[in-house]
């Protein structure tokens, strides 16, 4: 079938308004009209190419839709269901089946090699193939997507703004409710009020966290940050020494730490407001970073661990953050802003200034 898409020709190119084919699903596929794609930073790493996504490609992986089609051996996913589209994995290798699918061993073929779970393309612009991306590519009026990685939501909740659960929502709440597990009046600091970290710390206020400290540098967003239930901010650009603020607040550091921010620096920062025996999770894509092992980590018995996709079983956990959103206690509407497909490129410019949160494209 003939659709509209936004197509990415070459390394960090503008996204292309083009009209594009998309074959039919398959046995274990679904057809979605894709209501909105949420814009996320990986989107725009695999444009720049800083994730080698071969190129020509149809991104976007925060999708929410209604199904029109599905495949004949579908059996969880049924016609006129509303759903989010998350991330690819093969269902099929020992992570998969141990309950681990977002350490999928498949995970960069299936969401960053550009085929589909059988190693095809569903995706042509005249006779050329074009790249899938996270088994989806969302940034279209239509996308066909494996059952795996499509989740059924509440009919009552505006569809518009559940895409990004698929990906940066789930990541930031998950990495704090799945993966850090923080017990009942412990300590925490995020690090980066982007969409992730603002969404770890309203985790951490569903954990019952005590303290939860908001570092960033954008004024705006560290209020917002309290909003959302942070207790405490720290301006990094106006703090001289942030981990020594952070001691200070919490008498000699955190429990738990989440950094977002991909930084180098602020990794350590991360690594040294940890109290003795403390946790730091790495979510951001951070490349190398240069820690003193015994003085940031072994001396004081601390981990420091990364977490994909919050840890997340999207079938399962995403359902429990709509449950949360709707009692009031998981605000994502108060991140979102909502642009036209043809603006596409003023969302990632908006999303890059820090203009908006989390832009999301509306089909």
Do not use: W
């Not at 209604?66 to 093969?90: A, F, N, Q, R, W």
């Not at 990794?267 to 040294?272: F, I, K, R, T």
């Not at 840890?311 to 959103?325: G, T, W």
């Amino acid at each position: 079938m003939l659709i509209k898409g936004a197509v990415t020709h070459n390394k960090g190119d503008d996204f292309v308004i083009e009209n594009i084919e998309l074959a039919s699903p398959k046995a274990d596929e679904v057809l979605v009209k894709i209501t909105a794609c949420g814009v996320c930073h990986t989107d725009a790493v695999a444009r720049d190419q800083l994730i080698p996504v071969p190129l020509a490609a149809v991104l976007g992986h925060e999708g929410s839709g209604v199904v029109v089609e599905v495949g004949s051996s579908v059996t969880t996913i049924k016609p006129g269901d509303h759903v989010v589209l998350s991330y690819s994995s093969c269902g099929y290798c020992e992570n998969c089946l141990t309950g681990k699918p977002y350490s999928c061993l498949e995970l960069n073929k299936l969401n960053f090699g550009g085929v589909m779970n059988d190693g095809t393309k569903r995706l042509k612009h005249g006779n050329k193939e074009l790249s899938t991306f996270f088994g989806q590519s969302s940034f279209a009026t239509y996308a066909v997507a494996n059952e795996r990685n499509v989740v059924s939501v509440d009919k009552d909740v505006d569809l518009k703004i559940l895409g990004p659960l698929g990906c940066g929502f789930q990541t930031g709440a998950g990495t704090v409710l799945n993966g850090l597990k923080p017990e009942f009046g412990t300590s925490i600091a995020v690090f980066g009020c982007g969409s992730v970290g603002l969404t770890a710390i309203m985790g951490a206020k569903i954990a019952g966290c005590e303290k939860i400290i908001a570092v960033g540098g954008t004024p705006a967003r560290l209020e917002l940050a309290k909003e959302l239930g942070a207790t405490h901010i720290v301006n990094r650009k106006q703090v001289a020494d942030v981990v020594e603020e952070i001691k200070r607040i919490t008498n000699g550091g955190v429990n738990y730490t989440v950094e977002t921010s991909a930084v180098p620096d602020i990794v350590n920062q991360a690594l040294y407001a940890l109290r003795s025996l403390g946790t730091c999770a790495i979510v951001g894509a951070t490349g190398d970073v240069t820690i003193n092992i015994q003085g940031a980590l072994m001396g004081e018995g601390k981990s420091m661990v990364g977490y994909i996709e919050g840890n997340s079983v999207p079938q399962v956990f995403i359902p429990k953050l709509i449950k949360y959103f709707k009692k009031g206690l998981f605000p994502i509407d108060k991140l979102v802003k909502v642009y036209d497909l043809e603006e596409i490129n003023v969302a990632f410019e908006d999303s890059h200034k820090g203009i908006t949160v989390k832009p999301i494209i509306k089909m």
